[in-house]
């Protein structure tokens, strides 16, 4: 069963292994997740629409530093399960609606079932 949830999310993680290593980040492996940080991926989460502390694509998380990797994991871990059950649909999904609710006058990112989701689980002191 984890290789299957781990083929489903596969392209996302060869995507962001891609990315890492064109940014040149520095990789770790934590429970079974990719991490990868360092100042190249820290400038690019910082230039996202939503500027970003950390981000998940697949069984690979961004973080801007070590610490912001160790803050932002229980929410991070909420997408890597999102990305677990979505597989390649969940990147469309997610785009798509928050791009509803921004045609609404809503919140895109806070109000996205999937963020709401993964906040769900922060502790309120480390919310980023
Ligand atoms: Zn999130």
């Given at each position: 069963m984890?290789?299957?949830v781990y083929l489903w999310s596969l392209p996302?993680?060869?995507?962001a292994i891609t990315i890492g290593l064109l940014l040149m980040g520095r990789f770790q492996l934590v429970d079974g997740v990719?991490?990868?940080h360092g100042r190249r991926v820290a400038a690019v989460l910082r230039r996202l629409p939503v500027p970003a502390s950390a981000m998940t694509l697949g069984h690979a998380v961004f973080g801007q530093t070590l610490d912001t990797l160790q803050i932002t994991r229980r929410h991070e871990r909420v997408h890597v399960r999102q990305y677990e059950r979505w597989g390649p649909f969940f990147v469309?999904?997610?785009?798509?609606?928050?791009l509803i609710l921004y045609a609404r006058g809503r919140d895109g990112y806070r109000?996205?079932?999937?963020?709401i989701e993964a906040?769900?689980?922060d502790d309120p002191s480390q919310r980023v």
């Open positions: 984890r290789l299957l996302n993680t060869l995507l990719v991490e990868i469309p999904a997610y785009v798509l609606i928050s109000e996205n079932p999937f963020e906040y769900a689980v």
